[in-house]
């Protein structure tokens, strides 16, 4: 059974840092393409950023670009999102998502697995 775990939210000052972090069991986590999305309540769960298998091409929401980082390593099985700068508009529960397609995706329902999410808030 695919199951990726989230960890790393918390509550933190508006311009402070976090790292997520994501371990994912049940695959081979050097073949699937990896994504971080948040959601607000009463909004629908948007993308954050999108890596390939191989960890050498990203995709970020413009939002977020030059404040997160999406990385990953593969010997690990777990996925990374470095949030910096943050801001009480990125708050919100960060999930990560798997997808088998290695291809860097940006769409929800390209991603079959999820987790069950890690809350992130930022005070102002």
């Known amino acids: 059974q695919v199951q990726p775990k989230e960890s790393g939210g918390g509550l933190v000052q508006a311009g402070g840092s976090l790292r997520l972090s994501c371990v994912a069991s049940?695959?081979?986590?050097?073949?699937?393409?990896m994504g971080w999305f948040r959601q607000v309540p009463g909004k629908d769960r948007e993308i954050v950023a999108a890596?390939?298998?191989?960890?050498?091409?990203?995709e970020y929401e413009d939002s977020v670009k030059g404040r997160f980082t999406i990385s990953r390593d593969n010997a690990k099985n777990t996925l990374y999102l470095q949030i910096d700068g943050l801001k009480p508009e990125d708050t919100a529960v960060y999930y990560c998502?798997?997808?088998?397609?290695?291809?860097?995706?940006?769409?929800?329902?390209?991603?079959?697995?999820w987790g069950q999410g890690t809350q992130v808030t930022v005070s102002s």
């Open positions: 890596i390939n298998w191989r960890g050498d091409n990203t």
């Open positions: 049940g695959l081979t986590f050097r073949l699937y393409a």
């Open positions: 998502a798997a997808s088998p397609e290695g291809g860097t995706r940006i769409r929800a329902a390209e991603y079959p697995y």
